[in-house]
């Protein structure tokens, strides 16, 4: 079984800065993708940002130069730190991994429970 836990949300005013966590866990034989996807109050779940396993990044329309993912392997973690935020940041945060458990023998995507993020003075 796998897992992915997300920490780090909260509350923040606009301006401000939040960092994000994903750890994943459980029988993991390797990680491809890691990703953060969000969802407004409302809307549909988007893609933030996306890091490969050799580190290449790709972000979701209005994140980049703001936002920053990044990911440790010896930790199975991925990062996302969030600059100069805006009330429309604000949405549930989610943590995605594509990942080949060590028992199967085929590639799984898997989601974090998600983890709220509110931009508010």
């Known amino acids: 079984q796998v897992t992915l836990v997300e920490s780090g949300g909260g509350l923040v005013q606009p301006g401000g800065s939040l960092s994000l966590s994903c750890v994943a866990s459980g029988d993991i034989l390797a990680i491809n993708t890691m990703s953060w996807y969000r969802r407004a109050p409302g809307g549909p779940r988007r893609l933030v940002a996306t890091v490969t396993h050799d580190g290449r990044t790709t972000y979701g329309e209005s994140i980049e130069g703001r936002f920053t993912v990044s990911r440790d392997n010896t930790k199975n973690s991925v990062y996302l730190q969030m600059n100069s935020l805006e009330p429309e940041d604000t949405a549930v945060y989610y943590c995605?991994?594509?990942?080949?458990?060590?028992?199967?023998?085929?590639?799984?995507?898997?989601w974090g429970q998600g983890t709220q993020v509110t931009v508010s003075s």
């Open positions: 995605n991994a594509n990942i080949r458990p060590s028992t199967d023998r085929f590639w799984n995507n898997y």
